[in-house]
């Protein structure tokens, strides 16, 4: 006679059914971090940071080495005090790099911060701030190849007017960031909206200035000089 299987059996004792309820885990869940706020807040530290290096480093660079080494309309003077300060002037290029390196961090610090608000805005932001330190980098370029040009003093000192040429130019890059910058504080909600205008002005000074300064022949007015109030308060 075929045998019965073993779970057949009648007289065998049923067998749990399986449990279609979910497996309780012994240990407590933690509560999920709040990623997006603590990377805003993450960002802010860093941005604030290297806001406070760049503008340490520009101004020492510039007004403590350029502005001091180069006489301008003196092109002998210059070469020679080039020359006899050559360490001083490759600190002072070495500075103003890093001061690019600097502004590319800002930038992507910037756009961390304000993603959440308007990110097409962000991003045209930081966009806009990567090509203003493009151009200054071209700037700085100028002063290293014034260190090529010490045998011939008229040509290093037209290469240091490039380099001012050139970064003056680069505002124009710069005042649209402040301007989009301003936008997005005023709509962020999470800083005075105050500073958010202060910014736009800030930008527009900067960008009535440079194109001035192409379409007005000898053009002095600087409306930045009184808009800049703005961007201090980055």
Not at 125 to 134: I, Q, S
Not at 189 to 210: K, N, Q, S, T
Request: net charge neutral; with cysteine.
């Amino acid at each position: 006679k075929p045998q019965l299987a073993a779970n057949s059996d009648p007289s065998a004792p049923d067998a749990p059914a399986p449990s279609t309820a979910p497996v309780q885990r012994s240990e407590a869940k933690l509560a999920p971090l709040n990623h997006p706020a603590w990377s805003q807040r993450k960002a802010s530290l860093i941005g604030g940071v290297a806001l406070f290096l760049l503008a340490v480093l520009a101004g020492l660079a510039n007004f403590g080495v350029v502005e001091v080494l180069v006489t301008p309309g003196d092109a002998a003077r210059t070469a020679r005090d080039l020359i006899n300060s050559e360490a001083l002037f490759r600190s002072g290029i070495a500075g103003l790099i890093v001061v690019v390196i600097l502004d590319i961090v800002v930038a992507c610090s910037l756009l961390a911060v304000f993603e959440p608000v308007n990110r097409s805005v962000a991003i045209m932001a930081a966009v806009f701030r990567v090509a203003y330190a493009t151009v200054f980098m071209v700037a700085v370029s100028q002063l290293a190849s014034a260190l090529t040009l010490l045998g011939d003093a008229d040509q290093a000192l037209r290469a240091v007017g490039q380099f001012h040429t050139i970064w003056d130019a680069s505002y124009a890059f710069f005042g649209v960031h402040l301007a989009l910058i301003g936008y997005l504080v005023y709509r962020s909600g999470f800083a005075p909206r105050i500073i958010g205008v202060l910014l736009v002005l800030a930008g527009v000074g900067y960008l009535i200035d440079e194109i001035s300064s192409v379409l007005v022949p000898g053009y002095s007015l600087e409306i930045s000089r009184f808009s800049f109030v703005g961007e201090l308060n980055r």
